[in-house]
């Protein structure tokens, strides 16, 4: 058992160092873009009000998390984040699910799946805001339907890409309905499920952010829309990378538990 768990380890240690090696190209690039943005920005050649040179964000950067600034402003952004994530990402998985085992349940409810899932969700802000008033119930029950509309979809064509043949096998085995759940369908999903965990992810960052410009006294969001009022351009490009910051780490998440959950789809 120490054995397998060192082994794992070990891959896990030179896949991460083969992946930091392929990307020499990627890292070279951005250095190369912030030393002219750096350069061009020192010597006027663009306008350090709305292009401060990197330097200067970077010491932004610092000083806002030696204050604990950033910190304040990003723990309000996850909560809701994830909070919406879980609600409509749960929903969405679970209704996908049986939507994809169950024809009859597919048949009813995806001709109204087709109608809501284009509509932006921003566009349903003031009826929210009506039924729910404004505060953090609102802004959680928006983010919560930006996620579960890529969730339910994934999920459902996973359950729908497994091979029918597998189901009467189970079937011929006297296999109950959890049994043919657990040992099939979850497993047989897994890749979609994480594909689609990790665009709902992508999608209640998005819209987390977009709610605290709109209306919230704290967050990402608010910070970004409040340096714009100020003109403080280099907090505004500290949010801004902070945004990417997090859209990164979150996928990392999903990549490393793709990684555990699905180790036959290793290209996931």
């Not at 896949?15 to 750096?38: G, H, P, Q, Y």
């Not at 890749?191 to 999608?203: K, Q, V």
């Amino acid at each position: 058992m120490r054995f397998k768990r060192k082994f794992k380890s070990n891959l896990m240690v030179n896949k991460l160092r083969d992946l930091l090696l392929n990307r020499w190209t990627t890292i070279s690039i951005v250095l190369a873009i912030a030393l002219t943005w750096e350069f061009l920005s020192r010597n006027g050649f663009i306008s350090p009000l709305f292009f401060p040179p990197p330097t200067v964000i970077g010491e932004t950067l610092v000083e806002q998390i030696s204050t604990g600034e950033l910190l304040a402003q990003l723990q309000p952004t996850i909560r809701r984040l994830l909070t919406g994530f879980i609600f409509g990402g749960l929903f969405g998985l679970l209704l996908g699910l049986s939507m994809g085992w169950s024809k009859t349940l597919r048949t009813a409810l995806d001709p109204i799946i087709a109608a809501l899932h284009p509509v932006p969700k921003i566009t349903i802000l003031p009826l929210i805001l009506m039924i729910f008033g404004i505060g953090e119930t609102s802004r959680i029950f928006v983010i919560a339907i930006s996620a579960f509309f890529p969730m339910l979809i994934n999920s459902m064509a996973g359950v729908m890409e497994i091979n029918p043949t597998l189901f009467e096998v189970l079937r011929n085995y006297k296999a109950n309905r959890w049994m043919i759940f657990r040992q099939l369908i979850l497993p047989g999903s897994l890749p979609f499920i994480m594909t689609g965990a990790r665009l709902s992810l992508n999608r209640s960052l998005m819209i987390s952010i977009a709610m605290e410009m709109v209306f919230s006294n704290d967050g990402i969001g608010e910070m970004i829309w409040f340096a714009w009022q100020t003109m403080r351009t280099e907090e505004l490009y500290v949010g801004i990378f902070t945004i990417s910051l997090i859209g990164i780490a979150l996928s990392g998440l999903v990549k490393i538990f793709s990684y555990y959950l699905t180790p036959w789809n290793q290209n996931a």
